[in-house]
């Protein structure tokens, strides 16, 4: 993946925020009571909220793009931006069923049921509100949905059969549930940065191809046999101190970004070689990037790699990386074959006293 496709993905250059505590060894007392502080700060700041639902005149003066209805019939406007109104209550929308594109971004919103009522509903941007779920009835054309930076706990209840593009960035979400393989069969880029995710697990999806979950507490990687057809997997920002986890059923996996860990060893990274495509690595900001043999022993463990942070392999290193794998083989097997050599000497010099033993005259 070049640089240009990095920043595309949602992380180049700029380093994303770490959360706050994430790893600065608070103990679980203060967690919990900076917790019940922010939802406290959280309940004042929706108190002081006054009511202000959506109005039919607002809808008419932000409506724009007028195309034929669904039957071909009559013609209605399809593209709905009321962002930044400080909105409250969007009940009025179940009336308006042709609306398309939606955007209802950065209001007070806690509340988007009534959505369920606009089934020809392709994009919806809900982010910057109050929400607490992303639930809806199932939309049959929806393909992009992001609810970024809202108060959301659970991934239940999104199974939107057309799917391509999930953003759930910044929210509460402790662990994925619910989302049906089965069903998400379009979905191809989930974002879930910015969580309280502990590990991978929970995403049975097949079809994912980018898969974002940085700056969250992940501790371990599981449920990865799942995930055959990930090409581009992002764990930067997180608690990670060994790679164990990743499975040889993941043969489109290219890149990995496991910046900002924990990793101490860079022997670790030969638990990755179970990747058979995987082509760009990212490890610095982990203890082990500070070893003077970094660079070498990571190319040992993962033969396959093209690149390690933002520099390119050279031939020369990768000509020593071989040179060494090949004289550590080497090393390795005469090792064994010295002990197999060692256990058949001490399996004959038992055996030389049996059979003088069974020789001796009785007494």
């Given at each position: 993946?070049?640089?240009?496709?990095?920043?595309v993905?949602?992380?180049?250059?700029?380093?994303?925020?770490r959360?706050?505590?994430?790893?600065?060894?608070?103990?679980?007392?203060?967690?919990?009571l900076?917790?019940?502080?922010?939802?406290?700060?959280?309940?004042?700041?929706?108190?002081?909220?006054?009511?202000?639902?959506?109005?039919?005149?607002l809808?008419?003066?932000?409506?724009s793009?007028?195309?034929?209805?669904?039957?071909?019939?009559?013609?209605?406007?399809?593209?709905?931006?009321?962002?930044?109104?400080?909105?409250?209550?969007?009940?009025i929308?179940?009336?308006f069923?042709?609306?398309?594109?939606?955007?209802i971004?950065?209001?007070?919103?806690?509340?988007?049921?009534?959505?369920?009522?606009?089934?020809?509903?392709?994009?919806?941007k809900?982010?910057?509100n109050?929400?607490?779920?992303?639930?809806?009835?199932?939309?049959?054309?929806?393909?992009?949905?992001?609810?970024?930076?809202?108060?959301?706990?659970?991934?239940?209840?999104?199974?939107?059969?057309?799917?391509?593009?999930?953003?759930?960035?910044?929210n509460?979400i402790?662990?994925?549930?619910?989302?049906?393989?089965?069903?998400?069969?379009?979905?191809h880029?989930l974002?879930?940065?910015?969580?309280?995710?502990e590990?991978?697990?929970?995403?049975?999806?097949?079809?994912?191809?980018?898969?974002?979950?940085?700056?969250?507490?992940?501790?371990r990687i599981?449920?990865m046999?799942?995930?055959t057809?990930?090409?581009t997997?992002?764990?930067?920002?997180?608690?990670?101190?060994?790679?164990?986890?990743?499975?040889?059923?993941?043969?489109?996996?290219?890149?990995?970004?496991?910046?900002?860990?924990?990793?101490?060893?860079?022997k670790?990274?030969?638990?990755?070689?179970?990747?058979?495509?995987?082509?760009?690595?990212?490890?610095?900001?982990?203890?082990?990037?500070?070893?003077?043999?970094?660079?070498?022993?990571?190319?040992?463990?993962?033969?396959?790699?093209?690149?390690?942070?933002?520099?390119e392999?050279?031939?020369?290193?990768?000509?020593?990386a071989?040179?060494?794998?090949?004289?550590?083989?080497?090393?390795?097997?005469?090792?064994?074959?010295?002990?197999?050599?060692?256990?058949?000497?001490?399996?004959?010099t038992?055996?030389?006293?049996?059979?003088?033993?069974?020789?001796?005259?009785?007494?």
């Amino acid at each position: 993946m070049s640089e240009e496709e990095e920043i595309v993905s949602g992380e180049g250059e700029e380093e994303e925020t770490r959360q706050v505590g994430e790893d600065d060894g608070e103990d679980d007392d203060e967690d919990l009571l900076n917790g019940d502080e922010e939802e406290h700060v959280e309940a004042e700041e929706e108190e002081k909220i006054p009511p202000n639902p959506l109005t039919e005149d607002l809808v008419a003066e932000s409506l724009s793009l007028l195309c034929k209805t669904g039957d071909g019939l009559a013609h209605a406007y399809v593209r709905l931006d009321v962002h930044e109104r400080d909105i409250t209550d969007i009940e009025i929308l179940q009336n308006f069923i042709h609306l398309r594109y939606v955007d209802i971004s950065k209001n007070s919103l806690k509340d988007i049921t009534p959505l369920s009522a606009l089934t020809h509903m392709l994009t919806l941007k809900a982010d910057e509100n109050l929400l607490t779920t992303a639930k809806l009835d199932e939309m049959p054309f929806l393909q992009v949905a992001s609810f970024s930076h809202n108060r959301i706990v659970t991934t239940e209840g999104i199974n939107h059969p057309l799917l391509e593009h999930l953003n759930l960035n910044n929210n509460k979400i402790k662990e994925v549930t619910g989302l049906d393989p089965t069903k998400l069969t379009r979905l191809h880029t989930l974002e879930l940065r910015g969580n309280k995710l502990e590990s991978t697990d929970g995403i049975y999806l097949s079809c994912i191809k980018n898969l974002f979950l940085a700056a969250n507490v992940i501790r371990r990687i599981e449920g990865m046999s799942r995930l055959t057809g990930l090409t581009t997997l992002h764990l930067r920002d997180n608690q990670l101190e060994n790679l164990e986890g990743f499975s040889d059923c993941q043969k489109a996996l290219q890149y990995l970004n496991l910046r900002n860990n924990l990793v101490t060893s860079v022997k670790e990274s030969s638990k990755i070689k179970v990747l058979p495509m995987l082509r760009a690595l990212v490890l610095s900001g982990n203890p082990c990037a500070e070893q003077d043999d970094y660079r070498l022993e990571t190319l040992i463990g993962i033969r396959t790699l093209e690149r390690l942070d933002k520099d390119e392999y050279t031939d020369e290193e990768r000509t020593e990386a071989e040179e060494i794998a090949e004289q550590r083989r080497i090393e390795e097997e005469e090792r064994a074959n010295e002990a197999e050599a060692d256990a058949e000497g001490e399996g004959g010099t038992v055996s030389d006293a049996e059979d003088r033993a069974s020789t001796q005259p009785e007494a």
